[in-house]
């Protein structure tokens, strides 16, 4: 009479439970619960799982004896029967109630705890007469008793009208667990088997707040910790083998009895990497428990919590796509501001190809580039910033980032930053051409400029598109297109587009290397074949809006090496997967071969990223550590050196002023805001891009070899960049940096060209040249500024030979005569 199905209740301070029910014990006993109070929801659904599996076995059916249910009262002391119900719910672990107790007592003698309330908790872990029922395994019994003893103890030190001596004995309860868990582990001493079960422990956090849940968790972690210290360390081995074997062949049981939340603790308590995790398990538990609610806000803080955990245990791969978005991109019940939070926060990590692969869906399906508030533009823009992605996956999203390029508020056509043919050469062989092109053309005619709109729409590309033919009825701009379809462009040379300029020889034609072919093969042969060299390199880029477009990558690398120029076309390469796989990889070691010097300028952070991410393999992680540029030479450093400047300083040397100074011609940066996507390249653009990887090389070739910069101030300054350990903001503190304790040169002397002779071969005239500060302490400078990038010295050695053939004469008076007649015959 008055018996009742155990159901597990969740019962805090307030003592909430239903009339009329009871609760199962571990040990057996059956206890009335009051009568009269009520449960809240959300209390009930803390317990729901342990009720589920509580109905799993048939123990709840048999109604306990008289002296059964007086044991436990005696056992159970001056704990209410609230504190019950909290402390000792129905449990996964329970076993078959055959056989007699016969597991040992722990023999032990409390250190700290003053309060009875505390030794009874504690005591859960030494006597198995109170968590462990008829015919337990000692394993069963040591997994029972320390999620019992987690689950009592926070329920006795959180509730108010406790014993007070309980305030005394908090502050040390973790000493007390952990002198009574190396006498547990020192009882049940084969640890193999004995705590084979204590995952299931991990349970006891199961709907619990997070508040809740870290700290049992984090309490089990260190009480196991400190019980496998006290073994020796094959043992903890063995144990820590047969955990992770049952984390695999037990993956379905398992999972379902324990917290996913406490994966993270678990596997430090392993000593185990992710790859432990079994990964569909892991998947459908995060779905199950933290991906179900029927409140909005905890519904939202459960997903959040799955992200996090998805991202830190690094699952996101075993994810799909399809998954991923329907259950972190609600629209429907979730804000923008959400739903950007939860797929930052999932995608945190991920394989590159899955990240596109997600935001070019969310790109394709919910964006409306006609809507221009439209929040699914906003949403991908955001994520492309967050997670440092191309924005060139996401067509839409990357169309209104050109759209505003082109009008938006700070677009180039209402500020005039470009001409009309140079926002045709970006433009053109979009596939959205005719779209941004009225955009365009409509953006110059609400400013009246009707000049630059005929221009534009006089280009062949433009004839035969809509807005050529709704224009063409304005006479006015009829006739002016007409005028400049008669014009006859320019003919393309490699040289550069304005007059007077510095001209790079071509050394008889570029290496072009736009697949695996012999090209490469010779570049590789010549970098790459374990002789020392000198290479001026440089990379190129677009990039339409520094603020949503952070992750450019270069389309093509230029190098310039003694007699040869090559230029990759990575735009072409990455076409072939197979292609991508194999330059890049000659690439990277070029870029890190210890025997080969690298020469750059003006070299910073941002521009070093956009080469890492131009060189990453189509199947690498974001979290991979990039190739390292090393040993590398930064010639406005080197120049800086020279003057007694700061190369970030107002005086600071561009490379036209470099190629004025000492080559006496300015360089032509007409190319300079030209579309480096486009194919094929125009030949004038290529000679832009081989003169800036060539005259970075030149310049230092003439001041180490005349002696102007000595040879142990070039090792000084040699730099190893984007290795691990190096400071974030190296770039910043180089730039900071004072080379000289004198005031600088006067720059505004110019110093003209002779056109009959080199000027290098005239003495009076190198002497005229700056000279670096003979009192300046380089070597306290750069260890003060750049110690984390500076070259280590087991790195110099490799590159002396490179560094000799800087300060070889020969050589030097070799390039000059292939440079000389080229520059001379421009100037005349």
């Not at 006597?127 to 008829?134: E, G, K, M, R, T």
């Not at 305030?167 to 084979?196: H, I, R």
């Not at 609400?446 to 009825?473: C, H, I, W, Y």
């Not at 600088?744 to 110019?750: G, K």
Request: glycine residues 6%; hydrophobic residues 40%.
């Amino acid at each position: 009479p008055g018996f009742a199905p155990p159901m597990a209740v969740a019962l805090g301070p307030h003592r909430r439970v239903y009339d009329g029910l009871g609760i199962a014990t571990l040990s057996g006993a059956w206890v009335p619960l009051p009568a009269k109070p009520y449960v809240l929801n959300d209390e009930l659904r803390f317990r729901a799982e342990e009720v589920l599996l509580s109905l799993g076995s048939d123990r709840w059916l048999i109604p306990p004896s008289p002296q059964e249910a007086a044991d436990s009262r005696e056992v159970l002391g001056n704990f209410s029967t609230a504190g019950q119900a909290a402390g000792l719910a129905v449990s996964a672990l329970a076993s078959d109630p055959s056989g007699p107790l016969d597991l040992p007592v722990v023999p032990y003698e409390f250190q700290y705890f003053k309060s009875e309330t505390a030794k009874r908790v504690l005591s859960l872990l030494l006597d198995p007469a109170l968590s462990a029922s008829a015919g337990t395994s000692p394993a069963h019994f040591v997994g029972r008793a320390l999620r019992l003893f987690t689950a009592k103890a926070h329920w006795i030190f959180t509730s108010t009208g406790q014993d007070p001596l309980l305030d005394y004995d908090w502050p040390v309860f973790y000493q007390e667990a952990e002198c009574a868990m190396k006498a547990l582990a020192g009882t049940y001493s084969n640890v193999k088997s004995d705590f084979v079960l204590c995952l299931e422990a991990f349970g006891v956090s199961l709907r619990r707040p997070e508040a809740e849940q870290k700290w049992l968790c984090s309490c089990l972690q260190h009480l196991l910790e400190t019980a496998m210290s006290s073994v020796e360390p094959e043992e903890r081995q063995k144990w820590q083998s047969m955990v992770l074997r049952r984390m695999k062949n037990e993956a379905g049981e398992l999972y379902g009895a324990v917290d996913v939340r406490a994966w993270p603790y678990i596997l430090e308590l392993l000593k185990a990497d992710s790859s432990a995790i079994d990964p569909e398990n892991f998947r459908v538990q995060i779905r199950i428990q933290l991906c179900i609610d029927t409140e909005i806000n905890a519904w939202f803080a459960g997903l959040l919590k799955a992200a996090e955990l998805i991202a830190e245990l690094k699952q996101a791969e075993h994810f799909s796509e399809a998954e991923l978005r329907e259950t972190f991109n609600d629209k429907l019940h979730f804000r923008r501001a959400q739903r950007q939070l939860l797929l930052g926060t999932v995608l945190r990590g991920a394989p590159r190809a899955l990240i596109e692969e997600v935001l070019s869906k969310i790109d394709q399906n919910d964006v409306e580039v006609g809507e221009r508030d439209d929040e699914e533009v906003v949403l991908v823009q955001d994520l492309v910033r967050i997670l440092n992605q191309d924005i060139r996956a996401c067509k839409k999203a990357y169309y209104r980032l050109k759209h505003d390029w082109l009008a938006g508020k700070w677009g180039v056509v209402w500020h005039g930053e470009l001409s009309p043919d140079q926002i045709c050469d970006h433009i053109e062989q979009d596939e959205n051409h005719e779209d941004l092109l009225r955009v365009a053309v409509n953006a110059l005619l609400k400013q009246n400029l009707k000049f630059e709109a005929a221009k534009m729409l006089a280009r062949p590309a433009s004839l035969g598109t809509r807005v050529f033919d709704v224009n063409r009825n304005d006479k006015q701009l009829g006739y002016l297109v007409s005028l400049y379809q008669d014009l006859k462009p320019p003919d393309d040379r490699f040289g550069p587009i304005e007059t007077n300029c510095f001209v790079v020889p071509d050394l008889g034609g570029i290496l072009h290397v736009h697949d695996a072919g012999p090209d490469l093969a010779r570049l590789e042969s010549d970098l790459l074949s374990g002789n020392a060299a000198v290479v001026g390199i440089w990379w190129f880029w677009r990039c339409l809006n520094p603020k949503n477009d952070l992750s450019p990558r270069a389309t093509c690398i230029v190098l310039s090496y003694e007699g040869t120029h090559a230029m990759v076309d990575l735009a072409m390469v990455e076409v072939n997967t197979n292609y991508e796989r194999r330059v890049k990889e000659v690439l990277r070691r070029i870029i890190s071969a210890p025997n080969v010097l690298k020469v750059v300028h003006d070299l910073d952070a941002r521009t070093l990223g956009i080469l890492h991410r131009s060189l990453t393999l189509p199947d690498d992680l974001p979290s991979e550590d990039p190739p390292c540029l090393t040993p590398v030479i930064d010639v406005n450093i080197v120049d800086r050196w020279v003057r007694r400047e700061s190369p970030g300083g107002l005086n600071s040397q561009a490379i036209r002023e470099i190629t004025f100074e000492y080559f006496g011609h300015e360089f032509c940066f007409a190319e300079g805001l030209s579309n480096f996507e486009r194919r094929p390249l125009r030949l004038s653009q290529q000679h832009f891009m081989v003169g800036l990887a060539y005259i970075p090389l030149m310049a230092l070739r003439v001041l180490c070899s005349h002696k102007i910069v000595a040879e142990e101030d070039l090792m000084t300054m040699m730099l190893r960049l984007g290795g691990a350990g190096a400071d974030k903001g190296w770039d910043t503190s180089l730039r900071r940096m004072s080379l000289g304790n004198e005031l600088p040169t006067d720059r505004e002397v110019q110093r003209g060209w002779p056109q009959e002779s080199n000027p290098w071969l005239d003495a009076e005239w190198v002497a005229t040249l700056p000279r670096p500060d003979p009192n300046f302490d380089l070597q306290g400078a750069m260890r003060l500024h750049a110690a984390s990038v500076q070259l280590r010295p087991e790195g110099i050695q490799p590159c002396l030979l490179a560094a000799a053939e800087l300060f070889s004469e020969e050589t030097t008076y070799r390039c000059m005569q292939e440079l000389f007649p080229v520059v001379v015959h421009q100037h005349q």
